[in-house]
């Protein structure tokens, strides 16, 4: 005899699903509605379709801000992924050193994003911060508010000082969860560290880094608060990134119809990109799925 189900269980979903619906759902259907008008005034609002759309698209600034996100966020997804997982394989898997580097990784996370642009602000100063003093005193011409390229690079390893622990205690968890059987055998097999660490550790940690890789593309993608304290998106315009030209469009010029439009196809590269990352990460776990039993 089948067991009766019981579906009372989704009136606990329920309270979810309207929570959703009112935070989520709703405003973007506002943004969708004001993409395809021209927010002349409150009272006043003309009906432009794909307008705004066609114009973000040809737009020549947005279009090198975009090339200027995609290269900021792949120059730091190649930095804090193996300077993390190489960190992780460093630390001790238990005892109180463990516990307290731990601590003192995860610190630089618990610091709010504007603190952490005016910390690099006054750190990469020539006149009081130690490092633009200790780059002066190594004889290089370094000025992040004057020179693009040492604006960009203190920018990135901004980020890469502030978000290299979220990777660390991401594969620093993802080795703990590794059974000790699997290092014993590797040990009774004769196998190299290199060994270990390709056949054992790298296929292990190959959901942690996936999650690591989309949680770092994302944050990395839509970053605002950082850059725009330490240098205002200048000199010039490189380090001025996607989500600063959307904030100067919807606030600065309040051009909220515009802004709207812009919000949704920022919304869809970020999107389409993380799908095709986790396709390609994990396109290796379905191909083995996919093999019959006994098939190598």
């Given at each position: 005899?089948?067991?009766?189900?019981?579906?009372?269980?989704w009136?606990?979903?329920?309270?979810?699903?309207?929570?959703?619906?009112?935070?989520?759902?709703?405003?973007?259907?506002?943004?969708?509605?004001?993409?395809?008008?021209?927010?002349?005034?409150p009272?006043?609002?003309?009906?432009?379709g794909?307008?705004?759309?066609?114009?973000?698209?040809?737009?020549?600034?947005?279009?090198?801000?975009?090339?200027?996100?995609?290269?900021?966020?792949?120059?730091?997804?190649?930095?804090?992924?193996?300077?993390?997982l190489?960190?992780?394989?460093?630390?001790?898997?238990?005892?109180?050193?463990?516990?307290?580097?731990?601590?003192?990784?995860?610190?630089?996370?618990?610091?709010?994003?504007?603190?952490?642009?005016?910390?690099?602000?006054?750190?990469?100063?020539?006149?009081?911060?130690?490092?633009?003093?200790?780059?002066?005193?190594?004889?290089?011409?370094?000025?992040?508010?004057?020179?693009?390229?040492?604006?960009?690079?203190?920018?990135?390893?901004?980020?890469?000082?502030?978000?290299?622990?979220l990777?660390?205690?991401?594969?620093?968890?993802?080795?703990?969860?590794?059974?000790?059987?699997?290092?014993?055998?590797?040990?009774?097999?004769?196998?190299?560290r290199?060994?270990?660490?390709?056949?054992?550790?790298?296929?292990k940690?190959?959901?942690?880094?996936?999650?690591?890789?989309?949680?770092?593309?994302?944050?990395?993608?839509?970053?605002?608060?950082?850059?725009?304290?330490?240098?205002?998106?200048g000199?010039?315009?490189?380090?001025?990134?996607?989500?600063?030209?959307?904030?100067?469009?919807?606030?600065?010029?309040?051009?909220?119809?515009?802004?709207?439009?812009?919000?949704?196809?920022?919304f869809?590269?970020?999107?389409?990109?993380?799908?095709?990352?986790?396709?390609?990460?994990?396109?290796?776990?379905?191909?083995?799925?996919?093999?019959?039993?006994?098939?190598?």
């Amino acid at each position: 005899m089948e067991k009766p189900r019981n579906e009372r269980a989704w009136l606990l979903v329920l309270p979810v699903c309207l929570i959703v619906a009112f935070s989520a759902i709703l405003p973007l259907m506002t943004v969708v509605n004001y993409s395809v008008q021209d927010i002349v005034s409150p009272e006043q609002r003309v009906f432009v379709g794909w307008e705004w759309f066609k114009d973000i698209l040809r737009d020549p600034e947005l279009q090198a801000a975009f090339v200027r996100q995609l290269v900021f966020s792949a120059t730091v997804l190649a930095i804090e992924l193996p300077l993390g997982l190489s960190i992780a394989l460093c630390m001790p898997r238990s005892g109180w050193r463990a516990s307290l580097i731990t601590v003192l990784v995860g610190m630089p996370l618990l610091i709010p994003w504007n603190v952490v642009g005016t910390i690099w602000q006054v750190f990469a100063r020539t006149d009081i911060g130690l490092g633009g003093a200790a780059l002066h005193g190594l004889g290089l011409d370094y000025n992040y508010a004057s020179h693009s390229l040492d604006a960009w690079l203190t920018v990135v390893a901004m980020d890469v000082w502030h978000w290299t622990p979220l990777v660390v205690l991401l594969c620093y968890g993802g080795l703990r969860a590794i059974p000790e059987a699997y290092y014993r055998a590797a040990a009774i097999d004769g196998a190299s560290r290199w060994a270990t660490f390709r056949h054992i550790e790298l296929p292990k940690l190959t959901g942690v880094l996936t999650i690591g890789v989309l949680l770092r593309f994302m944050d990395s993608f839509v970053i605002y608060t950082e850059p725009f304290v330490l240098t205002g998106g200048g000199p010039g315009n490189s380090t001025t990134f996607l989500s600063q030209h959307l904030s100067t469009m919807a606030v600065g010029q309040f051009d909220l119809g515009r802004a709207a439009a812009f919000s949704l196809v920022y919304f869809l590269m970020i999107l389409v990109v993380c799908y095709v990352f986790y396709n390609l990460m994990t396109r290796g776990e379905r191909d083995d799925l996919a093999k019959p039993e006994g098939k190598v």
